[in-house]
Antibody, heavy 117, light 110 residues
Framework: QVQLQESGPGLVKPSETLSLTCSVS????????CHWIRQPPGKGLEWIGY???????NYNPSLQSRVTISLDTSKNQISLKLSSVTAADTAVYYC???????????WGQGTMVTVSS | QSVLTQPPSASGTPGQRVTISCSGS????????VNWYQQLPGTAPKLLLY???QRPSGVPDRFSGSKSGTSASLAISGLQSEDEADYYC???????????FGGGTKLTVL
């Protein structure tokens, strides 16, 4: 059974870079799309972007200048970096894997990141 | 503000049939398929329906979806207490070149 697990610092200072890792177990990321989605406390979902297993990426235009998504197929891991964070970036961050570009088939449990000094 | 519009809340009694709407535009629902996610309290979202009306393995056939033009809907028949959750629609948006989510609908089982 495929499982995804997000990990990283739970607290990031304003203006610094948020860095998260998504580890995939029980399956591969080869031939799959891996997405990052976030959810501010008490609010809805926002798509951040994706990386395809060959390394191509696509980002939400509202975040494009600050976000980088990459993968390490040898470790079966996907990473997210979001620079120059502010309080507005406080959210639960989810990674998701899918055979399709158009939907997220399997989600991680999410990790809460708070931006505060 | 979400590009896909959902009612903020919906409710029903056990056994009832409820529907949740999702309204978009020609750049998203009008030209791409719709997916639905269920988020139980305190948990991660789960794929409920994909490609308008396809159920992943394990999703009961009480859940169904439809799409017409620039709108879509999720129907839940035989409502159960465990269906109480937030429901999100989503679709690829050609202008954004990415996913758009609806604002979510909180379903209460009375």
């Amino acid at each position: 059974q495929v499982q995804l697990q997000e990990s990283g610092p739970g607290l990031v200072k304003p203006s610094e870079t948020l860095s998260l890792t998504c580890s995939v177990s029980g399956g591969s990321i080869n031939t799959y799309y891996c997405h990052w989605i976030r959810q501010p406390p008490g609010k809805g979902l926002e798509w951040i972007g994706y990386v395809y297993y060959i390394g191509s990426t696509n980002y939400n235009p509202s975040l494009q200048s600050r976000v980088t998504i990459s993968l390490d197929t040898s470790k079966n891991q996907i990473s997210l970096k979001l620079s120059s964070v502010t309080a507005a970036d406080t959210a639960v961050y989810y990674c998701a894997r899918s055979p399709s570009l158009y939907y997220a088939q399997i989600w991680g449990q999410g990790t809460m990141v708070t931006v505060s000094s | 503000q979400s590009v896909l519009t959902q009612p903020p809340s919906a409710s029903g009694t056990p056994g009832q049939r409820v529907t949740i709407s999702c309204s978009g535009s020609s750049s998203n629902i009008g030209s791409n398929t719709v997916n639905w996610y269920q988020q139980l309290p305190g948990t991660a979202p789960k794929l409920l329906l994909y490609t308008n009306n396809q159920r992943p393995s394990g999703v009961p056939d009480r859940f169904s979806g439809s799409k017409s033009g620039t709108s879509a809907s999720l129907a839940i028949s035989g409502l159960q207490s465990e269906d109480e959750a937030d429901y999100y629609c989503a679709a690829w948006d050609d202008s954004l070149n990415g996913w758009m989510f609806g604002g979510g609908t909180k379903l209460t089982v009375l």
